[in-house]
Structure formats: structure tokens, C-alpha cells
């Protein structure tokens, strides 16, 4: 989604700011998802764009949507922006401002000095999952005002971006830094759609790098009326057979579940399913339930990595009894036990991959500790990226982290207001916070 230029694209007549004139009705939030709505897909992001350029008279309006790793973002649609020299290519995060706004959720405000253009930059986030950015460059810093609207529309541009995904491939193909294996695309498929979920009580973000080979892991949450529903599995052997094994432990957990299933009958079903269909395959799993009324919180570990809690600044390994495998015979029952989880503590749980034996001189404990300001959707990524940096950027095995934050069940509402941060371009930022905005 890019539009720049003066005028002449077609687009509405809408007044612009720099013709000194009346601005029109006020860029709202129902008029961008409105306007999106009448328009296909694929274009529904560019009629947005041109709004909002026509509305605040920016030289240019782009939309950049970020990658599977999150560690980059590509920009949809035509190629040029406005003095960006910036063609259709993968923008990488680091150092930049776009990773300042993706980091702290704050826009940022860039001024070129010598009568260059303003570059604005807004993060487009659901409940705290960080789909892309919203990026501007108009002829003069924007006041409060002209923030709040941009914010409202970088709001807005969340909500298009899921309600039109499914319908189109322009967004996966923006997602992907290299071409996936066929095992890849599967497993990415077994994910939930979002990577990340704010709510009153918790916040929750998973990440996922694949081996070289693709080893079968996946995570998944799921939010009921009065619980919150985490699994983190690994399937044995790598590549296809790995994604297909893991698609058959997802799906039967995702059945159980969504029947109503306890914890207890999830597992039975799923350790069901891989040993009449897995061909001798094995996964190993756990599943974690939290009630969203008293935070009592249950799981079962069937041959997984243990779980790792932060609690008052210390990291302490969960040392749960353990289960077999999903699929190893004969059957076998799985034992429910009780998590003492309270609020201010984080969760963290992992895969095998994120203990492989070239990471040894990484201190997983030590890293928690470190990242414990930071957001789980970035605590997630900079633990993955660690494991990554320490096998030389080449692993043996899937490295997958499912990172928690208990916030409590006193929480009974979030802020999800987008316009007194966006007001105040220039506010410190506050990653540690305990309810972020978005």
C-alpha cells in the first residue's frame, strides 16, 4: 500500500490541508473500515492510503507489513516512495526507526531539517500483535491532532489487515523473508494467526524458527469465556513428515478442545490420534490451562521440556512429573497437575531446540532475566534470535518459545486507547508496562 504524488491518481476529492481549505468529514475510524469494506482485498489497504494522503495532504501514505521472524518489513505496493530511494524490497529492523516503533509502540516523528519532508511512522498492532507500520512523509510536523487521526487509522489498518488476509495471498507473500520448504508452509499453517494476544489478566506471544530441516514444532492458544489455553509440542524427525505428524497432534487437540474437552481427555485424544495414525511417530507436548476467574492454573507435560518461570526478578525451572509422549505405545493416562502461577510472573515455555548443545555457553536463565522489561512478543523474538546468533545462524532442530505474562484476574479491563500515546510522539516509552495499549 503505497500512494504518492500530488493528485491525479483517482482517487476521492476530499481537500486536502495544504489547500487551506475544509478537510471534509474527519478521518475516522468506521470511515476507514467502511471504506475498505467496498473495495476488493487486494486494494482494500491503497483506498485507505489515498484517503489518508488526500486527508492530511502527504506527499506519501505506505503500509509495510512485517515478516514471519518479525525481524523485517516489506512494503506493499508500489515501489518509490516519496525521497525514501527505498524500492520493493525487504527492509531489515535493526538500528532503524521502524524497529523503535515496532519496540516500544509509540510512533515516531522524523524531521529532515532544510525544508525536507516530515516522516511519520505508526505501528499497525491487534492486542499486541505487531502486524506491520503505517508510514508518511508530509510537508510539516503534525500536530496533536493530525497524530490522533493517524493513529486512529493505524488502528483501523489492524483490523483490515485481518479481516481481508484470508482472502488474499498479498499478505503471506509480504511475510516471507525466503521461500519456504513445503514442510515450512505446513507448519506455518498449524500456527494460530496471530503470534500474539493482549488481554486484562494476560498477555501471551509465541516464535518459531525453523531448523534448517524442519524439526515439527508448533505452539497455539486459544481464549474462552473463563480460560486461556496454551500448548507448545514438538513432532519427531524433521521435514514433511515432522509437518504432517504435527498436523495430526494439532488437529486433535484443537478438536478435544473446541468439544469442551479438560486438559486430561485433550491429551488421551491427541496421544490417540498419533498412535493410530502417526505411522510409529511420537510427539511430546505441553498443554497449559489458566482460568481467567481465580488464576488457578493446570497442565500436563507429556515428554516436554520443562517450563521456565520468572518470578521477582529470579528465574526457577518447573519441575512438573512427567508423562509419555503422545503416541507411544501401549496407552497410557496423563496426569493433570496444578502451576502455582501468580500475578507478575512470566511464563516461559520452550522446545528442545532452544536447548541445543551449541547453545550450552547461553545462559537461557540469565536472558529471561535481561529481556524481563520487554514486551513477550519481544522477549519471545530476542530469545529465539540468541539461540539462533549462537548456532551460527544454522539449527539442528526448531527453536520455539511461548512466552506469558499473568497479569491476574483483578484486571478486569485493558487500555486499548490509541490516541494519548500517539498524541505525544516525543513521551518516553514504557515496555515494562503491565497492560501496553495495543
Given at each position: 500500500?503505497?500512494?504518492?504524488?500530488?493528485?491525479?491518481?483517482?482517487?476521492?476529492?476530499?481537500?486536502?490541508?495544504?489547500?487551506?481549505?475544509?478537510?471534509?468529514?474527519?478521518?475516522?475510524?468506521?470511515?476507514?473500515?467502511?471504506?475498505?469494506?467496498?473495495?476488493?482485498?487486494?486494494?482494500?489497504?491503497?483506498?485507505?492510503?489515498?484517503?489518508?494522503?488526500?486527508?492530511?495532504?502527504?506527499?506519501?501514505?505506505?503500509?509495510?507489513?512485517?515478516?514471519?521472524?518479525?525481524?523485517?518489513?516489506?512494503?506493499?505496493?508500489?515501489?518509490?516512495?516519496?525521497?525514501?530511494?527505498?524500492?520493493?524490497?525487504?527492509?531489515?529492523?535493526?538500528?532503524?526507526?521502524?524497529?523503535?516503533?515496532?519496540r516500544?509502540?509509540?510512533?515516531?516523528?522524523?524531521?529532515?531539517?532544510?525544508?525536507?519532508?516530515?516522516?511519520?511512522?505508526?505501528?499497525?498492532?491487534?492486542?499486541?500483535?505487531?502486524?506491520?507500520?503505517?508510514?508518511?512523509?508530509?510537508?510539516?510536523?503534525?500536530?496533536?491532532?493530525?497524530?490522533?487521526?493517524?493513529?486512529?487509522?493505524?488502528?483501523?489498518?489492524?483490523?483490515?489487515?485481518?479481516?481481508?488476509?484470508?482472502?488474499?495471498?498479498?499478505?503471506?507473500?509480504?511475510?516471507?523473508?525466503?521461500?519456504?520448504?513445503?514442510?515450512?508452509?505446513?507448519?506455518?499453517?498449524?500456527?494460530?494467526?496471530?503470534?500474539?494476544?493482549?488481554?486484562?489478566?494476560?498477555?501471551?506471544?509465541?516464535?518459531?524458527?525453523?531448523?534448517?530441516?524442519?524439526?515439527?514444532?508448533?505452539?497455539?492458544y486459544?481464549?474462552?469465556?473463563?480460560?486461556?489455553?496454551?500448548?507448545?509440542?514438538?513432532?519427531?524427525?524433521?521435514?514433511?513428515?515432522?509437518?504432517?505428524?504435527?498436523?495430526?497432534?494439532?488437529?486433535?487437540?484443537?478438536?478435544?478442545?473446541?468439544a469442551?474437552?479438560?486438559?486430561?481427555?485433550?491429551?488421551?485424544?491427541?496421544?490417540?490420534?498419533?498412535?493410530?495414525?502417526?505411522?510409529?511417530?511420537?510427539?511430546?507436548?505441553?498443554?497449559l490451562?489458566?482460568?481467567?476467574?481465580?488464576?488457578?492454573?493446570?497442565?500436563?507435560?507429556?515428554?516436554?521440556?520443562?517450563?521456565?518461570?520468572?518470578?521477582?526478578?529470579?528465574?526457577?525451572?518447573?519441575?512438573?512429573?512427567?508423562?509419555?509422549?503422545?503416541?507411544?505405545?501401549?496407552?497410557?493416562?496423563?496426569?493433570?497437575?496444578?502451576?502455582d502461577?501468580?500475578?507478575?510472573?512470566?511464563l516461559?515455555?520452550?522446545?528442545?531446540?532452544?536447548?541445543?548443545?551449541?547453545?550450552?555457553?547461553?545462559?537461557?536463565?540469565?536472558?529471561?532475566?535481561?529481556?524481563?522489561?520487554?514486551?513477550?512478543?519481544?522477549?519471545?523474538?530476542?530469545?529465539?534470535?540468541?539461540?539462533?546468533?549462537?548456532?551460527?545462524?544454522?539449527?539442528?532442530?526448531?527453536?520455539?518459545?511461548?512466552?506469558?505474562?499473568?497479569?491476574?484476574?483483578?484486571?478486569s479491563?485493558?487500555?486499548?486507547?490509541?490516541?494519548?500515546?500517539?498524541?505525544?510522539?516525543?513521551?518516553?516509552?514504557?515496555?515494562?508496562r503491565?497492560?501496553?495499549?495495543?
Amino acid at each position: 500500500m503505497t500512494v504518492s504524488g500530488p493528485d491525479g491518481d483517482g482517487g476521492p476529492t476530499t481537500r486536502s490541508r495544504e489547500d487551506g481549505g475544509d478537510l471534509g468529514r474527519p478521518m475516522t475510524l468506521a470511515g476507514a473500515l467502511a471504506a475498505a469494506e467496498t473495495a476488493a482485498p487486494v486494494e482494500s489497504l491503497d483506498v485507505v492510503a489515498r484517503m489518508l494522503k488526500e486527508h492530511l495532504g502527504a506527499a506519501s501514505v505506505s503500509f509495510l507489513i512485517t515478516d514471519f521472524t518479525g525481524g523485517s518489513v516489506v512494503r506493499l505496493g508500489t515501489a518509490g516512495s516519496v525521497d525514501t530511494d527505498e524500492p520493493a524490497r525487504r527492509i531489515t529492523l535493526h538500528g532503524t526507526l521502524y524497529d523503535d516503533v515496532m519496540r516500544t509502540q509509540r510512533p515516531g516523528v522524523e524531521d529532515g531539517g532544510g525544508g525536507a519532508l516530515v516522516r511519520i511512522v505508526a505501528p499497525v498492532t491487534n492486542r499486541g500483535d505487531a502486524i506491520g507500520l503505517l508510514e508518511l512523509f508530509m510537508p510539516a510536523a503534525p500536530d496533536a491532532e493530525v497524530m490522533r487521526e493517524i493513529g486512529e487509522t493505524a488502528h483501523a489498518l489492524a483490523y483490515i489487515v485481518i479481516a481481508n488476509r484470508s482472502f488474499t495471498d498479498v499478505y503471506q507473500w509480504g511475510r516471507r523473508t525466503i521461500p519456504l520448504s513445503l514442510a515450512a508452509e505446513i507448519q506455518h499453517r498449524l500456527l494460530p494467526a496471530s503470534l500474539a494476544c493482549e488481554a486484562a489478566q494476560f498477555t501471551v506471544a509465541g516464535a518459531l524458527e525453523p531448523a534448517d530441516h524442519v524439526g515439527g514444532d508448533t505452539f497455539d492458544y486459544v481464549i474462552d469465556r473463563d480460560t486461556v489455553q496454551l500448548s507448545v509440542t514438538d513432532a519427531m524427525g524433521h521435514d514433511v513428515d515432522a509437518s504432517l505428524l504435527a498436523t495430526l497432534l494439532v488437529g486433535a487437540l484443537r478438536r478435544a478442545r473446541r468439544a469442551g474437552a479438560g486438559l486430561a481427555e485433550q491429551a488421551r485424544q491427541a496421544d490417540r490420534a498419533i498412535r493410530e495414525h502417526g505411522r510409529q511417530g511420537y510427539v511430546t507436548g505441553q498443554l497449559l490451562r489458566i482460568s481467567l476467574l481465580d488464576g488457578r492454573a493446570e497442565f500436563v507435560n507429556a515428554g516436554h521440556p520443562w517450563p521456565l518461570r520468572m518470578r521477582d526478578g529470579q528465574v526457577r525451572e518447573i519441575t512438573p512429573m512427567i508423562d509419555m509422549p503422545f503416541g507411544f505405545h501401549p496407552p497410557h493416562t496423563y496426569r493433570v497437575q496444578s502451576l502455582d502461577l501468580r500475578p507478575g510472573d512470566r511464563l516461559v515455555m520452550l522446545t528442545d531446540g532452544m536447548l541445543e548443545r551449541n547453545a550450552s555457553s547461553l545462559d537461557l536463565s540469565d536472558l529471561i532475566v535481561r529481556t524481563r522489561a520487554l514486551h513477550p512478543r519481544e522477549a519471545a523474538r530476542s530469545l529465539i534470535t540468541a539461540i539462533v546468533d549462537a548456532n551460527h545462524g544454522s539449527l539442528q532442530d526448531d527453536a520455539t518459545v511461548m512466552c506469558l505474562d499473568w497479569h491476574g484476574v483483578g484486571h478486569s479491563r485493558r487500555n486499548a486507547d490509541t490516541g494519548a500515546d500517539l498524541a505525544d510522539a516525543s513521551a518516553p516509552s514504557r515496555p515494562g508496562r503491565t497492560t501496553p495499549r495495543r
